[in-house]
């Protein structure tokens, strides 16, 4: 699986740059409000107490920032209690205080509220509502139909540390040394995942990080900082001020199980955010970290691509495959079995040739005693002993003539036992193994045209519903954009006229008219905000909702091409070409056996018979050989009865020999075609044998290189992951609280992270 579509859901750069702006926003607006409050304030005590001021200001806009992002952004904002856990720390990001702030909410508005925590100093901070607390840490609260917000403070450890190292020249220094300083700055934020979780992943118990997000801000002013970039993160210009904002995810790297060389070149989960500079007189007010855990709630793993049917045609494939390979076996035992008959066939064939050659001597013979019979009564006591002896070697071509007969059929349908199937029962096992190759590549074809059509649809139909979902989210980070941009010009405004009351006196008449007309700008500023929040909220919805689909439809799009490629590494199509050649072995042999046994039409249009019709042929013959013999054996035994019956018998004995001399011819021709078709039926069997033998070599090897490994990617690499993926997912969706829970309620927990300043 291109491992790179995690990354790319993860990554929310269009949540990185909203992110960016509210902060801006923010920013400004706390300004403003703090100027027009102290507007009538002179001299060094005012500027102090702006100062002051500004910085909580300052302070609190970030958070609110960071926290109105993190909670718009997401699908699961509706939970019982929202729990926002502040760490402060110092410069370096050891933490030296945890502040709770617990938000329990009231839709039923009932009369009280009970909650489980075990904070201390608990204090309401919206309300004057009381609670009671028992020994088993329950709090009820007096709530009154209303929602309760309290805080308090804990010694517990967040789940996640935040380590900043700072660099001067390449040379690490103490964040309180590199106040005032001027040279090339850097900025590293190194985040250690602590909170582990057990799960069981193929049988086998594993221990996972909780996915948790963090993503760190913070405001550099242009006059001190140059040339700033940030690795892991974005920089947006804002006025006078650039904002970086960068992105991490500690521990989840570990937690797929994968290393960089599994990911595409330039494309990391990235762990870390470090930031650099050109600066001018150092200084850092503070920098703000987020952390949440619920970040895959989004990512929807079960309409990734349909990969359900995708894993039923590979099921398919794989069954298929095996069937072919299962039928190419059979094949290979068949041909086997009838190439170890075609020695006994061939012997057959010998005896009944040579038997054939004595029968015909005889009838040879046998027509010359005729021919001398017919010649005169007076040499018949001369011609009796060579006839005698042509009957002799009649039956002695007889004997041989049965004997070659019987080894003919034996060779060709077998002793009936089952010990000796003979060549008919080899070529049912060839015919047999032959139906089965054909079913398996008919199904080896339908499935793999199958799991490439599903794919190539799959693939297009994400892609467009990427493209789509993408294009949703351009148009609405440019109306968001423009939003900010309406809003930035009237800060603009007011800024300009702050700059005329900075130009007067405090005392003289300008600077009351300069004073006035800044507050009504100021007013009408303030009052363009919570417009711009609801905006800015509803913008950021529609973007965290594309982004989500484009992520998730990206994600099947890549997995589907992992597996197109692991099936071209897996080489089907050499394969296919193998079994292809094995199967012209196959037909080959199967067409020699063919002539061999039924004979064929040569290009003359004569029949050339094969072993089925020589057989009959030769079972023709030997019939009326053996009618002839009788009649000769009759013949020749009343021989010496009397001259009157010899010529009485010559007559009809001459047209026995005139049958029998006509059939010898059908009996020798027999004999040769049988011979011929013996010969071409071994050939035949020699070559199925040997096709059989790589066509099974090739299936073997074709399903355990080809479909099985291919198979195995898809159900053991790509199906690894996305069982991983949905562990994490229910692991970041279980992580709701950092206190406690009251039974049967659910909770949203999110951290924020400050450092104190570096001046």
Known sequence: MKRKDLLQTLKGKHAMKVTAAVLAAALVVSSVSVYSVNAERNGEEQEALLERESENETEEALSRALDSEISE?????????????????????????????????????????????????????KGDETFTKSNNNTITWQADGEDIYYQGKTDKKVPVDVKITYYLEDKEIAPEKLAGQNGNVKIRFDYVNKEKQTITIDGKEE????????????????????????????????????????????????????????????????????????????????????????????????????????????????????????GSGELKDGADTLNSKTGDLKDGADSLSKGVKEYTD????????????????????????????????????????KKGADSLVKGYQGDGTGKNPGA?????????????????????????????????????????????????????????????????????????????????????????????????????????????????????????????????ALGAVQALQTIKEGAAKSDLTGNVKKLSEGANQVTAGAVALNIGINGYTNEKGEKVMGLAEGTASLQKGLEQLAKGTSTLNKKGGTLKNGVEQLDSGAGKLSEGVTKLTGNSSKLTEGADALLKGTGQFAEGVEELKSGAGELNDGMIQFDEEGIQKLTDTFNGDIGNLLDRLEKLKESGDNYNTFTALPEGSSGKVKFVIKTEAIK
């Open 362 to 401: 005889g009838v040879g013979q046998l027509a010359s005693g005729i021919g001398s019979l017919k010649e005169g009564t007076s040499k018949l006591n001369g011609n009796v002993p060579t006839l005698l002896k042509g009957v002799s070697d009649l039956n002695k071509g007889m004997a041989d003539a």
């Open 424 to 552: 008919a029962a080899g070529a049912a096992s060839l015919a047999q193994g032959a139906a089965q190759l054909s079913q398996g590549i008919a199904a080896l074809s339908q499935g793999v045209d199958g799991m490439f059509a599903s794919m190539d649809q799959s693939i297009g139909e994400n892609q467009a519903n990427a493209q789509a979902a993408s294009q949703a989210a351009q148009a609405a980070s440019k109306a968001l954009e423009g939003h900010l941009m309406e809003f930035a010009t009237k800060v603009g405004e007011l800024m300009a006229i702050q700059q005329q009351l900075n130009s007067v006196s405090a005392n003289s008449a300008e600077y009351a008219a300069y004073s006035q007309a800044y507050q009504a700008k100021a007013a009408e500023v303030q009052a363009g905000l919570g417009s711009l929040q609801t905006t800015v909220a509803a913008d950021v919805q529609s973007i965290s909702d594309y982004s989500a689909k484009a992520g998730g």
């Open 73 to 125: 952004g997401s699908k699961e904002a509706q939970a019982d209690k929202e729990e926002t856990v502040y760490v402060i720390s110092d410069a370096k990001g050891n933490a030296k205080e945890v502040i709770v702030s617990d938000w329990l909410k009231n839709p039923e508005q009932k009369e009280t509220l009970s909650d489980v925590s075990d904070l201390e100093e608990i204090e309401n901070v």
């Open 207 to 326: 221990e996972i990080y909780v996915p948790f997000t963090v993503l760190t801000g913070m405001m550099l002013p242009t006059e001190n900082f140059k040339n700033v970039t940030v690795k892991n993160g974005k920089v947006l210009s804002e006025g006078n001020h650039d904002i970086v904002v960068g992105v991490a995810f500690p521990g989840l790297k570990d937690s797929l199980a994968i290393s960089s060389k599994d990911l595409d070149t330039g494309m990391e989960i990235p762990d870390y955010v470090e930031v650099s500079a050109k600066v001018t007189d150092f200084s850092l007010d503070m920098t703000m970290s987020a952390v949440l855990s619920d970040v895959l709630s989004d990512v929807n793993l079960t309409e990734s691509g349909n990969l359900n049917e995708l894993n039923d045609s590979m099921d398919e494939l794989s069954d298929a495959s095996g069937k072919l390979v299962d």
